[in-house]
């Protein structure tokens, strides 16, 4: 049997951040590149994950950095492993199938594939239908959003409630295809919650309500439409 992918390369903007590495006893490490410290963009991923002498931070910063970029629901993460056939919930494999567009502008690709199409916007207009058709697929078992190409529609979205992301170019919402990046998150119903079976259906609009409170005193919000 052909042994498992234990790296990842990490890039934005299509230069070579570093490398995520998974080690055969479930340790992980990520050293940053040489290249990427000559940048004039040169950043650490995280606050965690501090840019060392050796370059190399290992241990649970790197574990809790990567994780932190998918779904937080065990059923969320359920569904993707479902629709791209990973082995496993486990985030080394979700991020493998679905790391091409993480926030922070970050990719995360195997060793042998080059980052294309990052600095081009290849997108496909929706009508309403379309995207109706697409946020319900977000919820549907086994599916990540709709029945497009997987390898169409490969973004992270971190948090615990149901979301998916669209472009939005010259007033039209559209399909981003490729490593377009998207620009605008839609977020769904939380819908009935825990044990006690909290009721959360209105929680989409809760979240508004709560930005147009925070507005109206003058506090500094994310727009919301």
């Known amino acids: 049997m052909a042994d498992k992918l234990r790296e990842l390369w990490v890039w934005m903007n299509g230069e070579h951040v570093g490398v995520w590495h998974r080690g055969r006893t479930g340790s992980h490490s990520f050293t940053y590149e040489r290249a990427w410290l000559d940048s004039p963009r040169v950043r650490p991923l995280s606050l965690s994950m501090a840019i060392t002498q050796d370059r190399t931070v290992s241990g649970e910063y790197v574990a809790n950095y990567f994780d932190n970029l998918l779904p937080d629901d065990d059923q969320i993460r359920r569904r993707v492993a479902a629709r791209f056939k990973t082995n496993s919930t486990d985030a080394f494999e979700l991020l493998q199938a679905i790391g091409r567009d993480c926030v922070g502008a970050v990719q995360l690709l195997p060793p042998d594939v080059q980052p294309v199409g990052f600095d081009k916007i290849a997108s496909e207009p929706m009508s309403d239908a379309a995207i109706e058709q697409h946020l319900r697929g977000v ?62 259906t209105h929680s989409v609009q809760n979240e508004w309500l709560c930005a147009q409170i925070l507005a109206a005193l003058g506090r500094t919000r994310h727009h919301h439409r």
């Open 139 to 200: 919820v549907a078992t086994p599916g990540f959003g709709d029945d497009q190409d997987a390898d169409d529609f490969r973004i992270s979205i971190a948090g615990a409630q149901e979301k998916t992301a669209l472009l939005r170019l010259d007033g039209q919402w559209r399909r981003p295809l490729g490593a377009t990046p998207t620009t605008h998150i839609l977020k769904l119903p939380l819908g009935l919650v825990g044990g006690r079976r909290l009721d959360l």
